[in-house]
């Protein structure tokens, strides 16, 4: 395999040997370059042969001799991958893609399982796609961590939920890279009276034989849209079940952390709220090593607020301000209890705190990450906002703020510029961060 050079640095190694930008690198030292993975980590020796073919389809090569091996020969690429994205081949009972209505955006249909988007930006992965080459490239080049969607270690029970016949078969190589010292962050998406009860806790076990190596194991509830036309039947999780699995995760996990001195299984956020139940403190989520499945991300965003206002010089108010707090129903709590400190804090400040309904995807979806542009939009309009809307980043496609407008959209493809010219007021996006909430309301005056 070959990929296309886009931009070569001047002055660097490759510019002095006369390489371009549409020239095609072949190999280094013999090894075929397939992606950023085989660039960076061939590349990371002082003597190198290079390998490559020019826009005519002449093949040459190269001798680079680098003063440290860490140096950068100076090539650019148009992507971190170099080819297409590893697509997910399996049809699992539970995907929130296929409960996706019709009339998005192409991209949001994509399926990934790819093993470097894990290394890259911490995608999980469910190792069908992976093959014996792939497994001893991840070993070679110690690609760690690597996250993996577990859902259950009872191989047959897998196959049926992932619709895969490698499904099961594939957990080999969970064992694989573990005893390879890979770190392993884990997900369990439950599905009520399929993977949960009994299932749940021969899954802990048998991940926990693979400590340390495991390093996490995330438990998070389904998602169960409105849009389920022609799915299996599932059901979701009630008060009583929701709490049947946080005691059978928090009972494993106390004990583990009595033995090793870390809890390894973490339930999320969600399950936590839909049996009522305070969410634990801070110090019980340790690392936050699971924060993408929404395992203490209110208990971190809680300590860091009430950080922030302990440490941190607070101007007052010069002049009276109303702000708005649009969130999910899910953290409308925690958001309230943010706000009503800010306003017994700051004197002339007023926050209303509203809790979107997801009308799109339906009102068992409670997170902020999954509202559209235009529930926000419908269920805001006409009503006085005061100075600034505030909402959080997760709304968003993008990371705010961004030069590039085109990233600040919304679900449905509403862009952050479009709300505001419906709502007519100043939207200010807000990371999942205590700080950033009390920096940007001090802006707003």
């Known amino acids: 395999m070959s990929v296309v050079i886009t931009q070569v640095e001047k002055k660097s190694l490759c510019d002095k040997h006369g390489v371009s930008s549409r020239h095609t690198l072949i190999s280094i ?6 992606d950023i993975l085989d660039y960076q980590f061939y590349a990371c020796e002082k003597k190198l042969e290079l390998k490559l073919q020019n826009e005519k389809g002449k093949i040459y090569s190269i001798r680079l001799k680098k003063k440290d091996e860490y140096d950068d020969i100076g090539l650019g690429f148009q992507t971190y991958l170099m080819d297409k ?12 893609v296929d409960q996706l209505p019709k009339g998005m955006r192409e991209s949001l249909y994509f399926k990934d399982d790819d093993e470097r988007l894990s290394f890259f930006f911490g995608n999980y992965i469910t190792l069908t796609n992976l093959s014996q080459r792939d497994v001893e490239r991840i070993i070679e080049m110690h690609i760690s961590p690597v996250k993996i969607s577990v859902h259950t270690m009872n191989p047959d029970l897998r196959v049926t939920m992932m619709k895969n016949k490698n499904a099961g078969e594939s957990l080999k190589i969970i064992k694989i890279l573990a005893d390879a010292g890979i770190e392993l962050n884990t997900q369990l998406v439950l599905c009520p009276g399929i993977n949960d009860g009994e299932e749940l806790k021969y899954t802990l076990s048998e991940l926990a034989k693979l400590y340390p190596s495991v390093k996490s ?18 059901k979701g999780y009630t008060k009583e079940t929701a709490g049947q699995t946080i005691d059978i995760i928090e009972e494993f996990s106390n004990n583990f952390f009595n033995q090793y001195g870390t809890r390894l299984a973490f339930s999320a956020d969600e399950f936590y709220i839909q049996a009522g139940r305070e969410i634990p403190p801070y110090d019980f989520y340790e690392d936050f090593s699971q924060l993408e499945n929404g395992v203490g991300m209110w208990a971190l965003l809680k ?6 206002l302990a440490n941190k010089k607070l101007k007052s108010l010069q002049n009276p301000i109303k702000i708005t707090m649009a969130t999910g129903v899910a953290a409308y709590p925690l958001i309230s209890e943010i706000a009503q400190k800010l306003q017994e ?3 002339g400040l007023t926050i209303d705190v509203v809790a979107i309904k997801n009308d799109f995807f339906g009102h068992s979806i409670t997170v902020a990450g999954l509202i559209t542009g235009k529930d926000l939009t419908n269920q ?4 006085n906002l005061g100075n600034a809307l505030m909402i959080p980043c997760a709304m968003l496609k993008g990371t705010y703020p961004q030069d590039d407008s085109a990233d600040n959209v919304f679900l449905d493809d509403m862009t952050l510029n479009q709300a505001q010219d419906i709502l007519g007021v100043k939207i200010i996006p807000l990371q999942n961060d205590g700080y950033d909430i009390i920096t940007k309301i001090l802006e707003v005056e």
Do not use: M, W
């Open 303 to 308: 300590q860091e607020f009430y950080d922030c």
């Open 345 to 347: 804090i700051f004197q």
């Open 29 to 34: 030292n013999d090894h075929e370059i397939a």
């Open 380 to 383: 805001l309009r006409g009503k």
């Open 85 to 96: 994205k590893h697509s997910c081949k399996n049809k699992c009972i539970f995907c929130f």
């Open 217 to 234: 194991i995330a438990a998070v509830p389904l998602g169960l849209t409105e849009h389920r036309e022609g799915l299996c039947e599932l």
